[in-house]
């Protein structure tokens, strides 16, 4: 009798499975146009968000600013190229990249005080060359923030490279939206394949941008939703490692 006792409190004692996490990520923060969703709308979401905001854009200290004030976490959306003129080189990093690099990350810190993490604003090529990529994650290992590869090319090296320099990672799984399509319907497919994916897998990033009402609406629609089937929406540094 005393056995089985303990054995039913040990079972109790077990907790129980985490559900599926799911981190939503909006960037583009701090570049803002009149036709675009107001940001006190994206910041009166209720469920654990990750906003990334741009450098050098109208709105960079502002944007900043209200997100720590609303709750949200805060990231650096860093840009490569197109936006810097990068060399580029096969071989080894150019050191006029490395500097110019170094020297706009630097502004990011002083214009987006309080962020945690940084994620790349697209870089297609810059995220592709390992030479920049391992130097650039050299220089951001100091900082002490954790980095999210956005995905923006599938033959990206910027996630490996920050694993390989002991930063915190983790990378985008899916975008919930693109210049081109950004319906409500076409966000809630891909919300829905996010959350699918963090269901078979455990978790699962999804990116979208600050710019569309389509999105904004899919997401206070969509989140609450699937937080009460059991999804977890947690901040993205939950998910890098």
């Known amino acids: 009798m005393k056995n089985s006792l303990l054995a039913a409190f040990a079972f109790l004692a077990v907790p129980a499975c985490a559900g599926p996490k799911v981190a939503v990520v909006l960037d583009d923060f701090g570049l803002t ?3 675009n969703p107001p940001d006190e709308e994206w910041m009166s979401l209720a469920q654990p968000l990750t906003f990334a905001v741009m450098p050098d854009s109208p709105r960079t200290k502002k ?3 209200a997100t720590l004030e609303a709750g949200k976490e805060l990231i650096i959306h860093y ?13 080894a990093a150019a050191p006029e990249d490395v500097a110019g690099a170094t020297k706009l990350l630097e502004k990011c810190l002083r214009d987006i005080p309080g962020a945690v993490g940084l994620n790349n604003h697209r870089s297609y090529r810059g995220t592709r060359n390992r030479p920049l990529m391992r130097e650039f994650m050299k220089v951001l290992k100091t900082k002490n923030l954790y980095f999210l590869d956005s995905k923006v090319s599938s033959k990206t090296v910027a996630y490996d490279e920050a694993k390989a320099a002991g ?9 919930l939206d693109t210049a081109e399509i950004h319906t409500q319907a076409f966000c809630a497919k891909n919300l829905a394949a996010a959350v699918a994916r963090a269901r078979a897998h455990g ?33 993205a540094s939950a998910l890098a490692r």
């Open 63 to 65: 944007a900043a600013k």
């Open 203 to 235: 978790e699962a990033v999804a990116i979208g941008h600050h710019y569309f009402r389509g999105t904004l609406d899919c997401l206070k629609e969509g989140m609450p939703r699937y937080a009460k089937e059991g999804v977890e929406f947690v901040k």
């Open 79 to 91: 840009p490569f190229d197109p936006f810097q003129k990068l060399v580029l080189a096969k071989d």
């Open 167 to 175: 930063i915190p990672a983790a990378m985008n799984d899916i975008f």
């Open 33 to 35: 146009y009149k036709k």
